[in-house]
Antibody
Framework: QLQLQESGPELVKPSETLSLTCTVSGGSISSGSYYWDWIRQPPGKGLEWIGGIYYSGSTYYNPSLNGRVSISVDTSKNQFSLKLSSVTAADTAVYYC?????????????WGQGTLVTVSS | DIQMTQSPSSVSASVGDRVTITCRASQGISSWLAWYQQKPGKAPKLLIHTASSLQSGVPSRFSGSGSGTDFTLTISNLQSEDFATYYCQQANSFPLTFGGGTTVEIK
């Protein structure tokens, strides 16, 4: 059974960089047909796709984040990571890592449990 | 970006009822639509992909339909465990976008 687990600081100061890592177990991040995504959800609000990465390193980002996002992959550790720079209180959210199936229609079939990241001084 | 609009934003229903949720895309997305269920404090769960294909392990009382810009999620014979928030997601192009959600509440 595939499992994803987010890790990283739960509190980040304004203007700093939010960094999270997702560890994948029960399957290889190098398997084809999948993107590895980050999705967030502000408290009490809806879901926002941040971006994703293919195991080869190709990345796709949400333009609404104005170039503040970087996603990388480490296939040797079966991990992928998120960096979001210049954070503000608006970036406070539960951050999910997820697997997006790309064969015949994109959909997220596995999710991490999510981690709440608060931006505050 | 493709905008996804869900309606209603909330619905009150009783166990055994039939509930229908609508999702409209701002442009045609063929059948590239997924539906998710989210319970409080939990990650979303994939219910339906490609507009009408039931994800493995999902009860058959959930069904999806539609193509182009208009889609529906129907829950037949609503069960107590179905009270949750439901989101649609367009799967046609990046950036992926979600609807605002529909909360199914107990009447």
């Amino acid at each position: 059974q595939l499992q994803l687990q987010e890790s990283g600081p739960e509190l980040v100061k304004p203007s700093e960089t939010l960094s999270l890592t997702c560890t994948v177990s029960g399957g290889s991040i190098s398997s084809g047909s999948y993107y590895w995504d980050w999705i967030r959800q502000p408290p009490g609000k809806g879901l926002e796709w941040i971006g994703g990465i293919y195991y080869s390193g190709s990345t796709y980002y949400n333009p609404s984040l104005n170039g503040r996002v970087s996603i990388s992959v480490d296939t040797s550790k079966n991990q992928f990571s998120l960096k979001l720079s210049s954070v503000t209180a608006a970036d406070t959210a539960v951050y999910y890592c997820a697997r997006q199936y790309s064969g015949g229609g994109l959909r997220v079939d596995y999710w991490g449990q999510g981690t709440l990241v608060t931006v505050s001084s | 970006d493709i905008q996804m609009t869900q309606s209603p934003s909330s619905v009150s229903a009783s166990v055994g009822d039939r509930v229908t949720i609508t999702c409209r895309a701002s442009q045609g997305i063929s059948s590239w639509l997924a539906w998710y269920q989210q319970k409080p404090g939990k990650a979303p769960k994939l219910l339906i992909h490609t507009a009408s294909s039931l994800q493995s392990g999902v009860p058959s009382r959930f069904s999806g339909s539609g193509s182009g810009t208009d889609f529906t999620l129907t829950i037949s014979n609503l069960q107590s465990e179905d009270f949750a928030t439901y989101y649609c997601q367009q799967a046609n192009s990046f950036p992926l976008t979600f609807g605002g959600g529909t909360t199914v509440e107990i009447k």
